[in-house]
């Protein structure tokens, strides 16, 4: 809510300017291994974040362990369906990145990957990430 309003009360020196603004609100107390993945994730997918020609709020806290009851997250989790990977893919205008196998592990959902399976991800995601990147 700070970013929404910050940038609703931003006035624009000259009068022209149109900010952009990404907001992801993440698990609280994430275990050492979700911090890794989700930090190789975004770490992944930041060129694609600031590509975007517009404005992102994701309550990742919803999803995993960490989540709440609140009636405010309970209402953006439906908004979002079940699956942190396919809320990002919605935001991001990036239908096929929920079919990426990327652990949920990242956001408190699941178990922890395998390095492999962790080493697999990364390639799959990068190669699918550049092919989004050139289209």
Do not use: N, Y
């Not at 975004?42 to 709020?57: M, N, Y």
């Not at 990426?100 to 190669?127: F, I, K, N, T």
């Amino acid at each position: 809510r700070a970013l929404q309003e910050l940038s609703f009360r931003r006035e624009a020196p000259g009068g022209r300017e149109r900010l952009r603004t990404k907001s992801v609100v993440l698990p609280r107390a994430p275990a050492v291994t979700e911090l890794t993945l989700r930090l190789q994730f975004e770490k992944l997918l930041l060129p694609a974040f600031v590509r975007l020609d517009g404005d992102i709020s994701l309550p990742l806290d919803v999803f995993g362990r960490a989540s709440s009851a609140s009636a405010e997250k309970a209402e953006a989790e439906a908004e979002i369906e079940g699956d942190p990977l396919e809320a990002i893919a919605q935001a991001l205008g990036m239908r096929d990145l929920g079919g990426v196998g990327w652990s949920r592990h990242a956001w408190g959902c699941g178990p922890a990957p395998s390095a492999e399976e962790v080493a697999e991800a990364c390639d799959d995601l990068a190669v699918f990430l550049h092919g989004a990147s050139c289209l």
